[in-house]
């Protein structure tokens, strides 16, 4: 076939154009072999840049792009399309990246020109070997899976369920709500967490559209974008849902008390409970580790007084198999444990506490009824607030949390109006009150007295009385000083979850250098994943309040019924193909493939490539013992690759007769 091939140099402004000299980067592709039209434009992803591109294709007869700009992460589906809409198969094309890859990484403009003069002709060379190849279209399953029901997980639900479509919210814990459940009121409008919150839980319970899967965890995840195969654990709650009234008297009756893990260990729970009050479901749980009939084989003075014979200690863990179109992760965070910086005495001090548990102290349906009553029974009349506790520090978390300088002024605002003659310090490095409102609830608390110091605490030691002296240094005033404090509260940071390695693992998605779930791009997909499919929302993704949470949970709803909506997903034609004359049978492309889309086909004795769940990451062609002309890679085929490797290591731009010859 007769190559004519157009080359388009970007200057992407001055991102390109001030690195590579991107005049003589087109003269030297007008140059190159086969190409019969070569130009740059400033920007070529624009209307008019594209435009460009359609006109050649059409006036030329262009049988090959290469376009010379940003990454193709970014851009390449962009530039596929303009093929495709100028009567060209899309697969026809190729990127070259001169932006990260050249005028990014130096300032060397004579280097740079030259480097990208090499990868423009690679990809000439290239295209040369390009084949056209078809989109494979997959029927995309009409349901969705949010795992994580939190504040984000809810609203996501919701949005889905009220478009019509079938839900299932897996949520961990016995009952959905997540951190905000936990939360007394809410800045900058102090609204009641609960006011707001049991309204959507109770909302999510009543949608027939959504199956709440609650104190339930994901085991294992197979198949691929609009067709994946979840398997879910439902954890034995030793209580049969079905007929759980929710009437409490179990735990009137169970003589086992425990720390209470929602009320952060300031108060006892029975070993059958239900989280809180508004629990969704409320169905009681047994807590199998404290429930005496499972430790000692004694009691089961539920199972005697329980009405409706809900107790069944045989309970068993159950499997339960969902086909889903889409995944939302909402995991959500964990809290920074400050006992590991042992200068503030966490753990060891009665009176210091963390924000979340002070958050549990100012609940009306809290350890002390909404009262600010401290461990030794006491009301504080000094608190000190020490801001940034494991963020923003190198030793911990260098990211800044964004919610513990609200939540901090929310905390100081809540303890003067329950402890009036309470003197309130706040001790921040910089105050970051950044969404709406913020700024003025920051002067809001300075006008009711909290008094702010600039700051880092270096220390809390306890005198003998009790007290609590924190040094630190006022670094407006450049002094050492001390403040005797009754209470200690620790704006801790937010972190990732425990198993969010774990998670991300079983969905196939990376996490950020500091474990939180990474989007496809920060600005422009910021719920997307590399796993097409899998959406990521709230702070599961990084620090988040509970606006933001909530935005990103709808927008990742919308991205999920855009994806459904169409009915049918187009998947990449980038795939492996096997020979099946040549194929020995010897199974070793099956055993590496990461995505099991290779199978052994009994009849032909031959592997096959399972087409749509092909991820066309080449590693069954990288072990194939018999090489190219057994297993091969659509698009990556050994023709295209040598052909741009001799053009950047043996610096021949024209074709040469490539030595592997390919069926
Ligand atoms: C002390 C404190 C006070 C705060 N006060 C405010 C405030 O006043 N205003 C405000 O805007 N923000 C506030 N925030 C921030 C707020 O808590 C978050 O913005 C919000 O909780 C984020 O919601 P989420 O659903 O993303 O995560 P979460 O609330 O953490 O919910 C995640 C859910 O996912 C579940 N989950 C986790 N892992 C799994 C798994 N593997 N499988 C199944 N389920 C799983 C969890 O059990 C949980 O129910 C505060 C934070 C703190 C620490």
Not at 70 to 81: A, E, I, V
Request: charged share 25%; glycine share 6%.
């Amino acid at each position: 076939m007769d190559r004519k091939i157009g080359v388009y140099i970007c200057h992407c402004g001055l991102n390109i154009a001030s690195t590579v000299n991107v005049q003589k980067l087109t003269e030297f592709a007008q140059g190159l072999e086969g190409v019969v039209i070569a130009r740059d434009y400033p920007y070529m992803c624009s209307d008019p840049g594209q435009e460009l591109i359609k006109k050649d294709i059409k006036e030329y007869g262009l049988t090959n792009v290469v376009v010379a700009s940003c990454s193709p992460t970014m851009h390449g589906p962009t530039f596929q399309k303009v093929c495709e809409e100028a009567g060209l198969n899309p697969y026809m094309f190729q990127m070259v990246n001169i932006r990260e890859h050249v005028s990014w990484v130096t300032d060397d403009v004579e280097k740079a020109t030259e480097k990208a003069k090499l990868l423009v002709a690679a990809a000439v060379n290239r295209v040369k070997f390009h084949e056209p190849l078809e989109k494979i279209h997959v029927p995309l399953t009409q349901s969705v899976l949010i795992v994580g029901g939190g504040i984000t997980g809810i609203e996501a639900a919701l949005k889905l369920a009220n478009s019509g479509k079938k839900v299932y919210l897996v949520e961990r814990e016995p009952s959905i709500g997540g951190r905000m459940a936990q939360l007394e009121k809410t800045f900058p409008t102090l609204d009641c967490a609960s006011c707001i919150l049991t309204p959507k839980m109770v909302d999510v319970a009543s949608n027939p559209n959504i199956t709440i899967l609650a104190y339930s965890e994901i085991k294992e995840v197979s198949g691929y974008i609009g067709n994946y195969k979840v398997k879910v654990v439902k954890k034995p709650r030793y209580v049969d849902e079905n007929k759980c009234i929710g009437c409490g008297l179990c735990a009137t009756k169970c003589p086992s008390k425990v720390l209470d893990e929602f009320n952060m260990g300031l108060s006892y729970r029975k070993a059958i409970y239900i989280p809180f009050p508004q629990a969704v479901p409320r169905k009681y749980t047994i807590d199998r580790e404290r429930c005496l009939y499972f430790t000692k084989n004694i009691c089961r003075v539920c199972e005697r007084f329980c009405p409706t014979k809900a107790i069944n200690f045989e309970q068993k863990p159950e499997e339960i198999a969902l086909e889903v179109g889409a995944v939302i992760l909402a995991t959500g965070y964990d809290v920074f444990d400050p006992s590991v910086i042992k200068r503030y005495g966490y753990g060891r001090y009665k009176n210091v506490y963390t924000g979340l548990e002070v958050e549990r102290l100012t609940s009306a349906s809290g350890p002390t009824n909404g009262r600010i009553i401290l461990r030794d029974g006491r009301t504080p009349s000094t608190v000190v607030i020490i801001h940034c506790v494991g963020s923003r520090d190198e030793n911990y978390h260098v990211y800044c949390s964004r919610v513990c300088c609200m939540y901090a002024m929310k905390l100081a605002h809540l303890i003067k109006e329950r402890a009036p003659n309470s003197t309130v310090y706040e001790l921040y490095i910089d105050i970051r009150a950044h969404g709406k409102g913020y700024e003025e609830f920051y002067r809001r608390v300075q006008e009711e007295g909290v008094i702010f110091i600039r700051g880092k605490a270096a220390e809390i030691t306890e005198s003998d009385n009790g007290k609590l002296i924190v040094t630190f240094e006022d670094t407006l005033l450049g002094k050492v000083q001390q403040i005797e404090a009754d209470m200690v509260v620790l704006a801790t940071a937010l972190e990732p979850r425990k198993d969010a390695r774990e998670l991300a693992r079983i969905f196939n998605i990376p996490v950020d250098k500091n474990g939180f779930f990474l989007e496809r791009h920060p600005k422009l997909a910021p719920v997307s994943t590399v796993n097409r499919g899998v959406f990521v929302a709230g702070a599961c993704q990084g620090p988040k309040d509970i606006p933001d949470s909530v935005a990103q949970g709808a927008a990742a709803a919308a991205e999920a019924l855009a994806l459904l909506s169409q009915g049918v997903v187009e998947a990449e034609p980038v795939i492996a193909e096997v020979n099946k004359d040549l194929c020995s049978g010897c199974r070793i492309c099956i055993s590496v493939c990461p995505y099991n889309a290779t199978v052994f086909d009994r009849e032909s004795k031959t592997a096959s490539v399972q087409e749509v769940l092909c991820q066309g990451c080449g590693t069954c062609v990288a072990s194939c013992p018999s090489g190219a002309r057994t297993l091969r890679q659509r698009g990556f085929t050994d023709k295209q690759i040598i052909a741009e490797i001799e053009a950047i290591l043996l610096k021949r731009f024209v074709p040469v007769e490539v030595l592997i010859t390919e069926t």
